[in-house]
Nanobody, 124 residues
Framework: QVQLVESGGGLVQAGGSLRLSCAAS????????MGWFRQAPGKEREFVAA????????YLADSAKGRFTISKDNAKNTVYLQMNSLKPEDTAVYYC?????????????????WGQGTQVTVSS
C-alpha cells in the first residue's frame, strides 16, 4: 500500500509560481515512478508530468513544457512539481500518483495509487 499526500496548492496571480509537493509512504519510493495530473471543473483529468523511479527521466505535457518542472527526491520520499509563469487555465485540482514500476508512464490507467489532490487557483 502506498499513501500519497499533496501540499503546496493555493491562490496565485497570473505569472506567479507555486511548488507542489507529494509525500509518499508505504513502499520503497525509489522503485516506482510518479506522475502529476490535474482536473479542472467540468473537464477530464489530464496528464501534466511524470518522472521515472530514479528521477533521471522526466516527461511534461505540452501545456507544461517550458513552465513546469517535475523532480523526485528519493531520500525524502517526495516528488515535486515546480510551476512557473502560471496562467488562469492552469486552475485545477492537482493530483500526484504512483506507478509500481520503475519506468516513466503517462496514462491514467497505468497509475496504481492516487493522492487526494490540492487546489491550484490562478487569478487573472
Amino acid at each position: 500500500q502506498v499513501q500519497l499526500v499533496e501540499s503546496g496548492g493555493g491562490l496565485v496571480q497570473a505569472g506567479g509560481s507555486l511548488r507542489l509537493s507529494c509525500a509518499a509512504s508505504g513502499r520503497t519510493f525509489g522503485t516506482y515512478s510518479m506522475g502529476w495530473f490535474r482536473q479542472a471543473p467540468g473537464k477530464e483529468r489530464e496528464f501534466v508530468a511524470a518522472v521515472s523511479g530514479s528521477g533521471g527521466s522526466t516527461y511534461l505535457a505540452d501545456s507544461a513544457k517550458g513552465r513546469f518542472t517535475i523532480s523526485k527526491d528519493n531520500a525524502k520520499n517526495t516528488v515535486y512539481l515546480q510551476m512557473n509563469s502560471l496562467k488562469p487555465e492552469d486552475t485545477a485540482v492537482y493530483y500526484c500518483a504512483a506507478n509500481l514500476g520503475f519506468r516513466l508512464v503517462r496514462a491514467i490507467y497505468e497509475y496504481d495509487y492516487w493522492g487526494q489532490g490540492t487546489q491550484v487557483t490562478v487569478s487573472s
